[in-house]
């Protein structure tokens, strides 16, 4: 997997099979979803000019330049060296084993080039792709939100993980208690 900045031929995909899949979109953004035409600027694809607050990112597959879905590092905080997680990748490549390749390299950026301390994702308790995708990076589950998200008609329960860049390290060198690629259960 690879992560590289948003191309023109990649919003119309990202918008038709990630933002217009309502039932997923509604599951993984905290905003309520409406109806965007496509080429809008209102896209949450639409190609922007860089900030501090957020990096993102086109995730593809290397063997074939195939574009895989999205990540970002979005609420950076550059005092607090920190920043929250996301990712989503299309429909059909979904299952893959793709997210936690690009996970790894979020982290990787968030910490070896910005030089983030922590890093943050959340999912809803539900989201199993999400969790295990977590656990295997090495992130730690820190807490639960109760009813925190809107979902299909009713409040579902957020779990919260945090990873720091001590941790991460750690992981990478091999020093620490648990290898990255270990799975433990939420």
């Given amino acids: 997997m690879g992560l590289r900045a948003r191309q023109a031929s990649d ?10 899949d309502v039932d997923t979109r509604s599951r993984a953004d905290t905003r309520a979803w409406r109806p965007i035409p496509e080429g809008s600027t209102a896209s949450p694809y639409a190609l922007t000019e860089p900030t501090d607050e957020a ?17 970002l590092l979005w609420g950076i905080d550059s005092h607090n060296r920190s920043g929250h997680l996301g990712l989503s990748l299309r429909p059909r490549l979904r299952g893959a084993r ?4 690009a996970t790894r390299l979020l982290c990787h950026y968030g910490f070896r080039t910005l030089g983030l301390h922590r890093l943050q994702m959340e999912t809803l308790v539900d989201n199993s792709a999400m969790i295990r995708i ?12 109760r009813q925190a998200a809107w979902v299909d008609g009713t409040f579902a329960d957020e779990l919260t993980f945090g990873l720091l860049a ?5 992981a990478r060198d091999g020093t620490a208690g648990h290898s990255p690629t270990s799975s433990s259960r939420a």
């Fill in 166 to 170: 001590s941790e991460w390290a750690e």
């Fill in 55 to 71: 990096a993102c990112f086109s995730v593809v597959r290397l063997s074939d330049g195939e574009l895989a879905g999205e990540a």
């Fill in 11 to 20: 919003v119309a995909v990202l918008h038709d099979e990630l933002y217009n």
């Fill in 134 to 145: 977590a656990n295997q990076v090495g992130f730690r589950r820190e807490g639960i939100r």
């Fill in 98 to 101: 793709l997210g936690e390749d």
